[in-house]
């Protein structure tokens, strides 16, 4: 039987998974010690200051430790999980020596140490380019090998070292299904186990449709007999009706991307002064052309809804007044106008509100942003925002419409100089073409930093997008 020999543990420290950010929330282990992981095996969700994302480990090996249980908040360079490695082999590229120990040496806190140049850890769908791009098949660990590092664990914590015991372990069990993460979601929310999903797509990844058919699987009588299958998932019972002779209070720890959100908005409030203008506009054309387009072949598949028009209303109106796509740099005592829009879509999620943005969204067709708009909804209900797509905005639009809100006087996101803000759409009365009929109204709000926009520039824009909904072809005579 084979054993782990020169066995050693690496240490994968909590990555700086955005732009700066200094902490991130452990939400949940997906691996316990004992465990097989392979290069590129995601062994914990972690949550940002921006998003909540999944962490690969870098290398194959055994669990030896978790540093931290769910819920807690950890620094980045941080330790958090130790992997016993098989091997006297060096360490893989940028994997500082000192994360490297013997397996029977006590494990000692370590001081977080700066990385290396080298390989670092990275995001799902964000790693270090390799001369391949297609997944390497997993590779099932030796049984004894497993059964031995996860005795080789408990011995240590009883402060001896244990002698070499075979163990036996189905290798099989150690493998983490393939699959994408908003399949994994969708598995988890109709509770299905992956394990247990037949995988039809590339290299046996799960795909969606797996996972719709092992749910019918499960509802349907099977005619053989089979191992019990896990009950159905009943639905939650709705939460018992507090009583405020009981309960005066509730406790809400802010942290995560909604202790960021206030951080931010807190900032921007005192920092920039803010103005807010407004306007109501007909918008009965546009919702025609909307119900047009969908109709259209050119945009079959696509998501088309008032909110498209908007933002490529906004769109042609920074193209008409550029000065407003700008930012303020305090340091230097400049204003930095942009060339290009990355235009912020604000969106609710469980989390908190979040502002994804589309990256040069000046650059895009109609379809383009019809698309683009798709995918940043998609991602944001899934909760796999990536921080990148939360960096670098110019420009805002909040749909408070979709609460029934008529507008709202909505805050700068930080280092931007304009938000709009987008009423609920519903018949009013209005004056048109000199008689008094029922006609699709809204209100929009436009907010801006005055210290670089004054109130010419910020009226002309919002007009502007005004004059665009009134009469949707003027996106083409103004584009």
Same mark, same amino acid.
């Given at each position: ?16 998974? /955005? ?21 590129? +095996? ?6 940002? *200051? ?10 194959? /090996? ?11 908040? !950890?620094? !980045? ?9 098989? /091997?006297?082999? *060096? $360490?893989?590229?940028?994997? $500082? ?19 290396? @140049?080298?390989?670092?850890?990275? &995001? ?65 929310? &109709?509770?299905?186990? &992956? ?23 499960? +509802?349907?009588?099977?005619?053989? #007999?089979? #191992? ?26 802010? =942290? ?5 959100? #206030?951080? *931010? ?24 052309? !909307?119900?047009?387009? =969908? ?6 598949? &696509?998501?088309?809804? $008032? ?5 490529? *209303? ?57 698309? @683009? ?44 100089? #304009? ?6 759409? =519903? ?6 073409? /000199? ?23 910020? @009226? =002309? ?19």
């Amino acid at each position: 039987m084979t054993t782990m020999t020169n066995a050693s543990v690496r240490e994968f420290k909590m990555p700086d998974v /955005g732009e700066g950010l200094t902490e991130a929330e452990i939400l949940k282990w997906y691996v316990q010690p004992g465990d097989t992981v392979t290069d590129g +095996q995601v062994v914990c969700e972690v949550e940002t *200051a921006k998003a909540a994302v999944e962490l690969p480990i870098p290398y194959d /090996g055994v669990v030896r430790a978790l540093h931290f249980p769910e819920g807690t908040t !950890v620094d !980045v360079g941080t330790s958090i999980i130790a992997v016993e490695v098989a /091997g006297g082999a *060096a $360490p893989a590229a940028g994997a $500082p020596a000192a994360e490297t120990e013997p397996a029977s040496a006590p494990q000692e806190p370590q001081e977080p140490k700066a990385e290396g @140049s080298g390989r670092q850890p990275v &995001l799902v769908g964000y790693g270090v380019a390799t001369s391949a791009t297609r997944r390497r098949p997993r590779k099932a660990a030796p049984e004894a090998s497993a059964g031995q590092a996860a005795v080789s664990v408990q011995a240590e914590l009883n402060g001896r070292t244990p002698a070499p015991e075979p163990v036996a372990e189905p290798a099989a069990a150690r493998q983490r299904p393939l699959a994408k993460p908003p399949v994994r979601k969708l598995a988890k929310d &109709l509770g299905i186990d &992956l394990a247990t999903v037949i995988p039809t797509g590339p290299d046996g990844i799960i795909t969606r449709e797996d996972v719709h058919a092992a749910v019918s699987a499960t +509802q349907a009588p099977e005619p053989e #007999a089979q #191992a019990p299958a896990p009950a159905p998932v009943a639905p939650a019972a709705a939460p018992a009706p507090v009583s405020y002779d009981t309960v005066r209070e509730t406790r809400i720890p802010v =942290k995560g991307v909604r202790k960021a959100t #206030a951080a *931010a908005m807190v900032g921007s409030a005192f920092t920039a002064p803010h103005v807010t203008e407004f306007v109501t506009v007909d918008v009965t054309r546009t919702m025609k052309l !909307v119900e047009e387009l =969908k109709e259209d072949k050119e945009f079959s598949g &696509l998501r088309v809804n $008032p909110l498209l028009l908007i933002a490529k *209303a906004l769109l042609v109106a920074i193209r008409r007044n550029p000065e407003i796509n700008a930012s303020w740099d305090e340091a230097a005592q400049e204003i930095v106008v942009k060339h290009y829009v990355n235009l912020g879509i604000a969106a609710a999620t469980p989390r908190g509100l979040i502002v994804p943005n589309i990256k040069d969204a000046h650059a895009k067709t109609l379809p383009q942003l019809a698309e @683009s708009l798709g995918e940043l909804v998609s991602t944001a209900r899934e909760g796999k925002t990536s921080p990148s797509a939360m960096q670098g905005g110019t420009v805002t639009i909040t749909n408070v419409g979709v609460f029934g809100v008529d507008t709202g006087t909505p805050i700068l996101n930080p280092g931007e100089s #304009a938000i709009l803000a987008v009423g609920a759409i =519903k018949p009013q009365p209005w004056v048109h073409k /000199g008689k008094v009929k029922p006609r699709q109204v809204t209100t929009l709000a436009l907010s801006f930093d005055h210290r670089l926009v004054d109130g010419e520039l910020g @009226s =002309k824009v919002l007009a502007d997008v005004a004059a665009i909904l009134e009469q949707p072809k003027r996106l083409i005579t103004w584009a």
